[in-house]
T-cell receptor
């Protein structure tokens, strides 16, 4: 049981380049999330999905897009990367109903130069 | 706005000793969840302990326990018999039960060092 898997684990982008971060979960969770973690800032919610085919904005959505075409996958896209998007990105998932906490992936460290 | 404050950016403890990490939060909600997450150098976020606000009994998980003071909006984590593997960043987090918000509000973290 792999849980939540994020690919890639590390990436360096040039300003203006685009990329997609992939999150895959094998726990049949309905809800999936993308957070970013910056030094001294804790984790902040970018986008989330409450089911296949649905997405919603979180706290810091600007500059990112997401898609949830399959229940097990949640993609985070950067159309035109900026240095301000240098961060560690975490995917998380959970079952619906009473909140018992997330299962997190191991993160993707993205550097935009 | 709901906020979570961890006033100790860094803490240290001797192996086998006890340490308490502080967390306070601000909310007008009466029902909510509180969490402590551990993030070791591997970066993986691991759920340590969970507390539901309507439960007066403090949650306990093996060597980890909380002191939940609802009126004071305080949620501290006590680690007993500290082990080298406890060294990590610890994040306190809050989520209301109602309101439809899917956001988990995190504090900025406390870095715990365990000295042999």
């Amino acid at each position: 049981n792999a849980g939540v898997t994020q690919t890639p684990k590390f990436r360096v982008l040039k300003t203006g380049q685009s990329m997609t971060l992939l999150c895959a979960q094998d726990m049949n969770h309905e809800y999936m999330y993308w957070y970013r973690q910056d030094p001294g800032m804790g984790l902040r919610l970018i986008h989330y999905s409450v089911g296949e085919g649905t997405t919603a904005k979180g706290e810091v959505p600007d500059g990112y897009n997401v898609s949830r075409l399959k229940k097990q996958n949640f993609l985070l896209g950067l159309e035109s990367a900026a240095p301000s998007q240098t961060s560690v990105y975490f995917c998380a998932s959970r079952r619906p109903g009473r909140f018992r906490g997330y299962t997190f992936g191991s993160g993707t460290r993205l550097t935009v130069v | 706005a709901q906020t979570v404050t961890q006033s100790q950016p860094e803490m240290s403890v001797q192996e086998a000793e006890t340490v308490t990490l502080s967390c306070t939060y601000d909310t007008s909600e009466s029902d909510y969840y509180l969490f402590w997450y551990k993030q070791p150098p591997s970066r993986q976020m691991i759920l340590v302990i969970r507390q539901e606000a309507y439960k007066q009994q403090n949650a306990t998980e093996n060597r980890f326990s909380v002191n939940f003071q609802k009126a004071a909006k305080s949620f501290s984590l006590k680690i007993s018999d500290s082990q080298l593997g406890d060294a990590a960043m610890y994040f306190c987090a809050y989520r209301p039960t109602q309101g439809g918000s899917e956001k988990l509000v995190f504090g900025k973290g406390t870095k715990l060092t365990v000295n042999p």
